[in-house]
Nanobody, 125 residues
Framework: VQLQASGGGLVQPGGSLRLSCLAS????????IAWFRRAPRKEREAVAC???????IYTDSVKGRFTISRDSAKNTAYLQMDSLNSEDTAVYYC????????????????????WGEGTLVTVSS
């Protein structure tokens, strides 16, 4: 089981980025998947999750700006991030669990079993 996150970079405030999480060794469509982030000097934070049944949960700070999705044909999950601001600067990680967890109202990193390496997103002018 491997998860490979990519797509981070430097973006100006108000800009957009799309993160990708390529899964290998398993079929991503059968699992709930989540994105987390860790900002400098802060605890890791849950950002969004997507269940196998297409249920989604977003943390309040990203609602209306971020969209989590999945392309089963590519075995890849995405996090589309729009209207980025400096508070979104962080290392972003994708993760899955052996069990379904994305059913509400929230989810925790403690429930994850497999993690991808992070990808750094820097929002700065």
């Amino acid at each position: 089981v491997q998860l490979q996150a990519s797509g981070g970079g430097l973006v100006q405030p108000g800009g957009s980025l799309r993160l990708s999480c390529l899964a290998s060794g398993f079929t991503l469509a059968y699992f709930d998947i989540a994105w987390f982030r860790r900002a400098p000097r802060k605890e890791r934070e849950a950002v969004a999750c997507l269940s196998g049944g297409e249920n989604t949960i977003y943390t309040d700070s990203v609602k209306g700006r971020f969209t989590i999705s999945r392309d089963s044909a590519k075995n890849t999950a995405y996090l589309q991030m729009d209207s980025l601001n400096s508070e979104d600067t962080a290392v972003y990680y994708c993760a899955i669990s052996k069990y379904h967890f994305c059913s509400g109202p929230s989810f925790s990193s403690n429930a994850m079993d497999y993690w991808g390496e992070g990808t750094l997103v820097t929002v700065s002018s």
